[in-house]
């Protein structure tokens, strides 16, 4: 969305998941012609982007249990739908140090 070419990364999900896709001309044409919509795209950007540094700041200052209470507080249903070890990687966690934190019930 930034950038007029392709993406070099892609995603891959653990449940059924459905994704819109618009190429980037349209996306730029609908900019253009809609204040609302060139908003929206911008302050979607700037939560995302915000995101992504919040995260970036608990994978190298947060502790393993930080981690673990910081995804269980935002996401309590998570332990439920995916396996732990894809939360522990995730996590950037060792799976033997995320079972402890859930059978330690520091939720």
Do not use: W
């Not at 891959?12 to 609908?30: D, G, H, N, V, W």
């Not at 919509?37 to 995260?55: E, H, P, Y």
């Amino acid at each position: 969305m930034l950038e007029d070419r392709p993406s070099k990364y892609f995603y891959e999900t653990l449940s059924r998941s459905e994704f819109l896709y618009a190429p980037f001309s349209e996306i730029r044409l609908l900019q253009s012609s809609s204040r609302a919509i060139d908003n929206f795209i911008q302050v979607s950007l700037a939560a995302t982007i915000s995101g992504l540094l919040q995260r970036m700041v608990e994978l190298q200052c947060f502790s393993s249990e930080e981690k673990f209470r910081t995804l269980i507080s935002r996401s309590p249903h998570i332990l439920q739908q995916i396996p732990h070890k894809y939360l522990a990687n995730y996590l950037g966690i060792d799976a033997t140090n995320f079972s402890k934190l859930i059978n330690r019930a520091i939720i």
